[in-house]
């Protein structure tokens, strides 16, 4: 086993290397194959280990070991005591080292390797809780309260109010079953307060879905008195909700008021939200003292006795004091009373239906039955009327006729009242046959009904007949000499007839009446230009500029009015402030760029004329006028940019390509010769469609005559045609021309009417009644040559 090792001789006790080929005979492992305990050990780690012998000694006594210093030490402990596993008297020490990985005293005794203790068997099991301990029952209370609360919150979610009530009560019932077995086991502190505030605000909370007040206010106030819960001050706004459903008023600001101190500073939405309802509660507190005010209105008697005017018996001395009494001083009085109570009740069902309930139809509703109740029972047909006007002002027609036609059913004062607003329904609507129909219902129900008749002319009026309807606006005037709808419609019936004079006067009075009204202001002004008056008229626009100074077309009417009387400056004044109200008013646009090049500020009717381009995108005469206002201003590169531009839009405008030719000549562009080549084809074109249309009109010439019998035709349609004529001509000449300076366009008619859709029917003017210019009246020059007059 030695052979192949080679010892150094020791030459000197000194040194430093000696000892390192000194080994215990153990450690050999060439001879572990025939050493029976090693293998015993290798085919099992569970083997018994064989004792240590103390013939063997250990390394650490028998080695020497050599320090730095050359000297030989043998190892032994350093305080010391012999080390583990030297034998000393006969006796080995332990291995006290290796204890904890589970070698024992027990292990040089013969004992097995047992390192993690496997030998002991399986461990025993875990000792089982004992369910009916008092800890056992309480968690297992709580469970259920729980899921008690969650299975009532469930049923609320899904409607079943009942089926969350029951279960917030078993909660509850559990809950202090539950708080009493913590009493008797734990302490006061140990009580679970969350799961008794959960159970307690949700009980509440379903008392007052179903609508168990009284209980919820209790169960409310036994979690705000118990200062145990933190924050529970704030449910004192619940409390608040409670009480403003039960409609107690006062308690319910009171409690709001209260939470809102609760409430942090920080807080600031749920602050306004409180405040919010503190003014929701003073709105509702105040329509109940509204319902309660028209109530005591309605119960003061008036002490009138109507039986005493009805003659009891045909004594002839009775019959002689009742006619009597009919109408002295005292009877007067009594009327004048009953008007003024019942003109009072309507006044203040008026005010109060639309706010006492969630809607004006359901406060209707209870003015109307609180009414019938009364001694005023004849008011509730006429609330039924208000609530169908009410309707038309909302502009829910159909509910409105609904209403009336049930009303119309009736006695002949209601009658006449729902026909008389039928007939303004179906005038509105443009169905004069249903108006006139209910229009004649209403007056044949009440002749002397001046609204009635006022209907009725407004549609003879739209049928065309004049005379018949000043007629009727007369007879409504006898029988109401303060009906202003009739005085104004005949004021326009005058008008119509051109009797000015007459509808001046018309107009005047209802001026005295009301004084401030636009409308009014407008007519006289509109007759005092018809009368060729145009100072007074501009006098009487200027009343209707200090009523509605932002009205656009009653400024652009003075603009107009200034325009003739030869004042540029004012005109321009008002045509601006017309174009800044509403600046899509084509015939403003119009004159002010036509004002710009008269003073020859190109740059600035540049910007109108785009305006109205982009108005009118379809009409060719803006484009040329924008490219002319670039040519006269010396931008003939921008000017031919915009020929382009409008020739590529409108590829058969003669004026057009008339102005590239000119442009590219004078620049000394190669695209004179291709627009002059078109312009020759355009022109050949125009001639061959003048030929045929003036072939055409002689044949039909001639044919007229012949069925005339007279060559020189009707006079009238000659008049027609010339006018027309002369219209469209006087357009042409507007155009813009290769030397004429662009003119505005003539001034229109004035369209006066109007119908006022929430009383008696009548017409009123439109202060933005100026005609406008439609797309046809702008003709191009092919056009207006063939319609001129031969």
Partial sequence: MMQNVHLAPETDEDDLYSGYNDYNPIYDIEELENDAAFQQAVRTSHGRRPPITAKISSTAVTRPIATGYGSKTSLASSIG??????????????????????????????????????????????????????????KQLEKEVNELVEESCIANSCGDLKLALEKAKDAGRKERVLVRQREQVTTPENINLDLTYSVLFNLASQYSLNEMYAEALNTYQVIVKNKMFSNAGILKMNMGNIYLKQRNYSKAIKFYRMALDQVPSVNKQMRIKIMQNIGVTFIQADREKMKKAFQKLITVPLEIDEDKYI?????????????????????????????????????SAKLIAPVIETSFAAGYDWCVEVVKASQYVELANDLEINKAVTYLRQKDYNQAVEILKVLEKKDSRVKSAAATNLSALYYMGKDFAQASSYADIAVNSDRYNPAALTNKGNTVFANGDYEKAAEFYKEALRNDSSCTEALYNIGLTYEKLNQLDEALDCFLKLHAILR????????????????????????????????????????????????????????????????????????VIEWLGAYYIDTQFWEKAIQYFERASLIQPTQVKWQLMVASCFRRSGNYQKALDTYKDTHRKFPENVECLRFLVRLCTDLGLKDAQEYARKLKRLEKMKEIREQRIKSGRDGSGGSRGKREGSASGDSGQNYSASSKGERLSARLRALPGTNEPYESSSNKEIDASYVDPLGPQIERPKTAAKKRIDEDDFADEELGDDLLPE
């Fill in 81 to 138: 005591r012999p080390m583990t596993g030297a034998i000393q008297d006969g006796v080995t020490r332990p291995m006290t080292a290796v204890r904890a990985a589970g070698f024992t005293k027990a292990a040089l005794r013969g004992s097995a390797f047992d390192p993690l203790s496997q030998s002991r068997g399986p461990a025993s099991p875990l000792e089982a809780k004992k369910k009916d301990s008092p800890e056992e029952k309480i």
């Fill in 311 to 347: 003659s009891p018996s045909d004594d002839p001395h009775t019959n002689l004091v009742t006619e009597a009494i009919k109408n002295d001083h005292l009877r007067q009085m009594e009327r004048e009373r009953k008007a003024m109570a019942e003109k009072y009740i309507m006044t």
């Fill in 516 to 587: 401030n009204s636009a409308e009014v202001l407008y007519q006289i002004a509109n007759i005092y230009e018809l009368m060729e008056n145009p100072s007074q008229a501009i006098e009487w626009l200027m009343q209707v500029v200090s009523v509605i100074p932002t009205d656009p077309q009653v400024l652009s009417k003075l603009g107009e009015l200034y325009d003739r009387e030869g004042d540029k400056s004012q005109a321009f004044q008002y045509y601006y402030e017309s174009y800044r109200y509403f600046p899509c008013n084509i015939e």
